[in-house]
Nanobody
């Protein structure tokens, strides 16, 4: 059974940094693609960053150059390093995992198929 537990959220000022962690169990990174999504109040859940089983990464345009997704195989933990944070980054951040056949899937497929963590709140004050 796949389980994901996020941590690392909090309150930070504009321009600050946070590192989110997602401790994964019941899966291995060589068979599961991993991603971070976020959802602000009144908005749809959106993809922030993903990492495929071959290590390929992809980012939303709004976070390119500021956020970095990475994973530690030994700790079975996914990370999201967030720098130069803006008030628009305020949201609940979710870790997600999908068993992968090696072909990237679309955001709607992620939302439909993924196993999700409980989320961690990130609030950026202006």
């Amino acid at each position: 059974q796949v389980q994901l537990v996020e941590s690392g959220g909090g309150l930070v000022q504009t321009g600050g940094s946070l590192r989110l962690s997602c401790e994964a169990s019941g899966l291995t990174f060589d068979t599961y693609a991993m991603a971070w999504f976020r959802q602000a109040p009144g908005k749809e859940r959106e993809g922030v960053a993903r990492i495929e089983i071959d290590g390929e990464t992809a980012y939303a345009e709004s976070v390119k150059g500021r956020f970095t997704i990475s994973q530690d195989y030994a700790k079975n933990t996914l990370y999201l390093q967030m720098n130069s944070l803006k008030p628009d980054d305020t949201a609940m951040y979710y870790c997600a995992a999908v068993r992968s056949g090696g072909v990237p899937i679309t955001t709607p497929e992620w939302i439909k198929l993924a196993t999700w963590g409980q989320g961690t709140q990130v609030t950026v004050s202006s």
